[in-house]
């Protein structure tokens, strides 16, 4: 409960601040085991906050709304909308001298120094496993790992990042970090640093977490997304999923396919292909996480401005059965989650090679597509016929809340014109700082 929204909505709204302060302070006496006394004076503390901050304007006090809310569009859902909002981010950012950038879209960025290649990139734990803290801080380090490995990167740190609401639990705070730690031991990748506060401060009740696992790398051979070319195959790894599919099973009763995601398949493959001689003919290499095989596909095919044609039942092979029987029986569309498997782009006559490597880890693994000229587009092949590849609006819904949230969507075009209203007056704020800080340079 974020009691800063609650009063700032209820004064919006015109109630009496006595009115407010008896409502919050009833709210209070359900979460917080304290003194009528103590609750009362914090109830009177927070009205005079947000009192204190109403009317304020100016460029640092006020932000351009858009109209469409977070969930509304997806943003994180790893579907349409989020990819949009993505896009729209990435356009804030502007073209950077960034080898590697966010306008690419890949997993990870990159920068040159000193003739290689320094890989950077992070990735936010699983908001639904906030209160399985050793699973979040497991799966979202296995995860970071993931981005930079596919970039062709050989990890060399970690730091993470972890807020935990105002009536957490400390204890969250160490099972994450073991959770972190058991995975960067494994693959002698230390954790160096990182910053650890609570959600909102005083302001947010409740015992949410939330946080994220960074990495930092180095190559001399990129194997990004944009390297992808007509005439090559698409190769892919069997996977268990890792935070997704951990957060399908406890939250649907099959909490005993959670252990089928406990496992460095993933990374030990990359290992052993980076030190390997084929590593040098991979041209790209992505997991599939982002909204699934639906969202990995689309997303390539934008970044390398080619036609990828992906086969449905070689596919289907590679989801991990326990994993697969759950999906099937949840109906959840597989092509559209997170699967933890490696999907590596190369030349036809580098695929054997690059199979057999992946094999002797004690992973299968084959061919499940192949890419070729036309507009960006990803197309799935079933029973010899073409069908729609486009990513849903959202990833497929793995578990019962989501079922819920996926039946309500609203017009996408409508939302698509408040986002970017929002995203260019952003943009407009960004170069009036600029301006302000260095005239010279950011003329008006």
Sequence with gaps: MDVEEFVRRRLAEDESEESIHTHLTGHLSTIKSASPSYLSAFSRAVIEEVKNTQGLRGDFFTCEPSGVTMGEFGVGSRGKGDFFAHREIARIIGKTSAFVGVDEM??????????????????????????FPFLAGFHVTRATL???????????????????????DVAKIFDYTAGITTVGEAMDVPLVTGSTLRIGGDMVLGSRMTGCVGCVGVTNHLTARKSTQPGDVLLMTQGAGGGTIATAAIYSGFPEVVEQTINLNFLITCEKLI?????????????????GL?????????????RIVICEEEARTLVEPHVRDMLEALKIDYLGVSLDSLLIVAPQTAAGEICRVVRATGIECHEVGYVEKGKPESVLMVDGKEQDFLPRFRESAYTPVKKVVDTYVRDFDEMKKGILHAS?????????????LMPQKYPN
């Design 146 to 168: 993931r981005d930079l490995y596919v970039m062709g990167a050989k990890p060399v740190m970690l730091f993470s990042d972890i807020h935990v609401a105002d009536d957490g």
């Design 275 to 291: 030190q390997d001689p084929v590593f040098s003919a991979i041209h790209a290499m992505t997991d599939v996480t982002n909204g």
């Design 294 to 306: 639906r969202g990995d596909a689309y997303e390539m095919a934008e970044t390398a401005n080619c």
């Design 424 to 436: 260019d007056a952003a943009i407009a704020k960004k170069q009036r700082v600029l301006h302000r």
């Design 106 to 131: 890949d997993d990870a960025g990159a920068v040159q120094a000193g003739g290689d290649y320094i890989v950077c990139t992070v990735d936010g734990m699983h908001s639904r496993l906030s209160d």
